[in-house]
């Protein structure tokens, strides 16, 4: 079965901080992955997505994903947190007709 | 360019009621989705439709019908809402040009059932 799990339903970082969001998944086929955004009482934005090709993705907001296959990995990275970061983000992987299996999510947290 | 249009966007129903959710994009999609949010559990696809006419199961369809009677619209009713139903529900829309392809979603409806 295709499965993704995230690490962590919180992270806390300082602003300034790097940002790592933890992602792997499970599928017999090549996975199509995307991250996505949720800001409070709001929708899910795309962020990123990866599809073929160059491994690491870059997205929004300064966000990039490195796609491992070796290590069935999607981490969501950003070099310098931001208040405004402050989110719910969701890994999630395509299991056809554009059907997407989520993560369960992890909170970002930003202190000053 | 509204995208896709959930309505309403709060409710409150007691044990047993009915309602419909409504799901409205305006993109030209021919894949259209419900998605339930719970905390902790992520999203949860319900039913999904790849077409006007068309409908399919999802993960969690139990308690829910739906209906996609025009491409544009998708519906989705709850028959006789329970406690458990209470959860924030999302509709979102594709295309069909790949695996690739982003899912569009709406601003969510958070529904309680007392």
């Known amino acids: 079965a295709q499965s993704v799990t995230q690490l962590g339903s919180h992270v806390s970082v300082s602003e300034g901080a790097l940002v790592l969001l933890r992602c792997n998944y499970s599928?017999?086929?090549?996975?199509?992955l995307f991250w996505y955004v949720q800001y409070p009482n709001q929708g899910l934005q795309l962020l990123l997505k990866?599809?073929?090709?160059?491994?690491l993705v870059k997205g929004i907001n300064g966000f990039e994903a490195e796609f491992k296959k070796s290590e069935t990995s999607f981490h969501l990275t950003k070099p310098s947190a931001h208040m405004s970061d402050a989110a719910e983000y969701f890994c999630a992987l395509n299991t056809g007709f554009q059907k997407l299996v989520f993560g369960t999510g992890t909170r970002l947290l930003v202190s000053p | 360019n509204a995208g896709v249009t959930q309505t309403p966007k709060f409710r409150v129903l007691k044990t047993g009621q009915s309602m419909t959710l409504l799901c409205a994009q305006d993109?030209?999609?021919?894949?259209m989705y419900w998605y339930r949010q719970d905390p902790g559990m992520g999203l949860r696809l319900i039913h999904y439709s790849v077409g006007e006419g068309t409908t399919a199961k999802g993960e969690v369809p139990d308690g829910y019908n739906v209906s996609r009677l025009k491409k544009q619209n998708f519906l989705l009713g709850l028959e006789s809402a329970a406690p458990s139903q209470t959860s924030v529900y999302f509709c979102?829309?594709?295309?069909?040009?790949?695996?690739?392809?982003?899912?569009?979603f709406g601003q969510g409806t958070r529904l309680t059932v007392v």
């Open positions: 990866y599809t073929t090709g160059a491994t």
């Open positions: 599928s017999s086929v090549p996975p199509y």
């Open positions: 993109m030209n999609h021919e894949y």
């Open positions: 979102a829309s594709s295309y069909p040009t790949g695996k690739g392809t982003e899912a569009f």
